[in-house]
């Protein structure tokens, strides 16, 4: 028996994620937040991007309010017409708009490089126990990453996913331009 492909693997992770019971989502969503905001990763980092979360996605407001409040500089993904992710900064009264994926972005804002940053907290859609991730598919973080894969040790940003537990699949087979996360917090752990 074949494994499933990571289009099918994406399209049941999806579908669990979806059917969570909005209680439970907002209970997973608070203790996921509360475990990253308790580990060292968000202590002892300084500069962090984060996405802004949809519907379905890990909530991700504590984290955003409890940098604020940490005097800490705190970063949002834009996707631009060229497929490329850009980092701009994201202060309490920072207009966002839709783009052209539906995601919240900020308008404007200082940009950083990728490689500037700390910790990048990223969005999923199923991870295994290796830290593959599977995204939406259109290879935005695996592009923007990319020197992370290159021999020389990087020791920043740190790749973490936020994730319920419910996305957690057996086996993701990676594709040679993955990038593996550093980490997943889940409510599971």
Same mark, same amino acid.
């Given at each position: 028996? #074949?494994?499933?492909?990571?289009? #099918?693997?994406?399209?049941?992770?999806?579908?669990?994620?979806?059917?969570? +019971?909005?209680?439970?989502?907002? &209970?997973?969503?608070?203790?996921? !937040?509360?475990?990253?905001? !308790?580990?060292?990763?968000?202590? $002892? =980092?300084? &500069?962090?991007?984060?996405?802004?979360?949809? @519907?379905?996605?890990?909530?991700? $407001? %504590? *984290?955003? +309010?409890?940098?604020?409040?940490?005097?800490? $500089?705190?970063?949002?993904?834009?996707?631009?017409?060229?497929?490329? %992710? &850009?980092?701009?900064?994201?202060?309490?009264?920072?207009?966002?708009? !839709?783009?052209?994926?539906?995601?919240?972005? @900020?308008?404007? =804002?200082?940009?950083?490089? @990728?490689? #500037?940053?700390?910790?990048? %907290?990223?969005?999923?859609?199923?991870?295994?126990?290796?830290?593959?991730?599977?995204?939406?598919? =259109?290879?935005?973080? +695996? $592009?923007?990453?990319?020197?992370?894969? /290159?021999? /020389?040790?990087? %020791? /920043?940003?740190?790749?973490?996913?936020?994730?319920? +537990?419910? !996305?957690?699949?057996?086996? *993701?087979?990676?594709?040679?331009?993955?990038?593996?996360?550093?980490?997943?917090? #889940?409510?599971?752990?």
């Amino acid at each position: 028996m #074949s494994e499933p492909d990571n289009a #099918s693997l994406r399209i049941a992770a999806r579908k669990r994620r979806r059917v969570l +019971d909005e209680d439970d989502r907002l &209970r997973a969503a608070r203790r996921i !937040q509360r475990r990253f905001l !308790q580990s060292n990763l968000f202590f $002892s =980092g300084e &500069r962090f991007a984060c996405y802004v979360a949809m @519907p379905e996605e890990v909530d991700t $407001s %504590l *984290i955003f +309010d409890r940098a604020w409040r940490a005097g800490k $500089s705190i970063f949002a993904p834009v996707t631009d017409r060229h497929r490329q %992710l &850009r980092f701009v900064r994201i202060e309490r009264n920072t207009p966002l708009r !839709q783009s052209r994926f539906g995601l919240w972005e @900020p308008v404007s =804002g200082a940009e950083a490089a @990728p490689d #500037s940053l700390d910790v990048i %907290l990223t969005p999923l859609v199923a991870f295994d126990a290796e830290r593959h991730r599977i995204g939406m598919g =259109g290879g935005y973080y +695996d $592009s923007c990453f990319a020197f992370l894969k /290159r021999p /020389r040790k990087w %020791l /920043r940003p740190k790749l973490v996913g936020l994730a319920f +537990d419910c !996305q957690k699949v057996e086996k *993701i087979t990676p594709n040679p331009w993955d990038i593996r996360l550093y980490r997943v917090i #889940s409510e599971a752990g």
